[in-house]
T-cell receptor, first 118, second 112 residues
Framework: NAGVMQNPRHLVRRRGQEARLRCSPM?????VYWYRQLPEEGLKFMVY????????ESGMPKERFSAEFPKEGPSILRIQQVVRGDSAAYFC????????????????FGAGTRLSVL | DAKTTQPTSMDCAEGRAANLPCNHS???????VYWYRQIHSQGPQYIIH???NNETNEMASLIITEDRKSSTLILPHATLRDTAVYYC?????????????FGAGTRLTVKP
């Protein structure tokens, strides 16, 4: 049973370019979360999605950042016009649907995508 | 969500038990205690969780005080691979707000 898959593992972009980060949740999981970790800091929640719906985006910057989780395919975190301050590790997590998942509130994390903005 | 307080760092000798404390004095009755860890450059890993009873799994034990104002994560026989940042999180599981709020955690260093 494959875990949460994130790609690419490393992404280098120049200022002003777009970054697209992909996350495939664990099989059977329909809830996806994105977190950002700046160097030497803790993880910060960004957005929580279910299939085709954004449930909570309270941690997302208001501009340039967007996320989606389509009916088919991986979840995408998109950063437009990247700036140096966007350089960070971006982690995706997934959890199973239904009462069991909520009651346990256990999230399974991917290995992350390290974005470097030159 | 209740605030948690953890020591910034701890050391432990290899093979000995590592006891990581967490204070959550404002915890409410329906909040669970979760522990995750993050080994350098990897994604966080779930360890264990509990509500009021002590819990044990293949990775660790979780001891929650009777008043639930603090808890201790116990790694019974620490190895070098247990060196990581350990996060204690207090959270009410819900349908519409299911994210984990990570604090600074405790940086555990297991020494040979």
């Amino acid at each position: 049973n494959a875990g949460v898959m994130q790609n690419p593992r490393h992404l280098v972009r120049r200022r002003g370019q777009e970054a697209r980060l992909r996350c495939s949740p664990m099989k059977g999981h329909s809830h996806v979360y994105w977190y950002r970790q700046l160097p030497e800091e803790g993880l910060k929640f960004m957005v929580y999605l279910q299939k085709e719906n954004i449930i909570d985006e309270s941690g997302m910057p208001k501009e340039r950042f967007s996320a989606e989780f389509p009916k088919e395919g991986p979840s995408i975190l998109r950063i437009q016009q990247v700036v140096r301050g966007d350089s960070a590790a971006y982690f995706c997590a997934s959890s199973p649907p239904g009462l069991a998942g909520f009651a346990k509130n256990i999230q399974y994390f991917g290995a992350g995508t390290r974005l470097s903005v030159l | 969500d209740a605030k948690t307080t953890q020591p910034t760092s701890m050391d432990c000798a290899e093979g000995r038990a590592a006891n990581l404390p967490c204070n959550h004095s404002t915890i409410s009755g329906n909040e669970y205690v979760y522990w995750y860890r993050q080994i350098h450059s990897q994604g966080p890993q779930y360890i264990i969780h509990g509500l009021k009873n002590n819990e044990t799994n293949e990775m660790a034990s979780l001891i929650i005080t009777e008043d639930r104002k603090s808890s201790t994560l116990i790694l019974p026989h620490a190895t070098l691979r247990d060196t990581a940042v350990y996060y204690c999180i207090v959270r009410v599981p819900s349908y519409n707000n299911n994210d984990m709020r990570f604090g600074a955690g405790t940086r555990l260093t297991v020494k040979p």
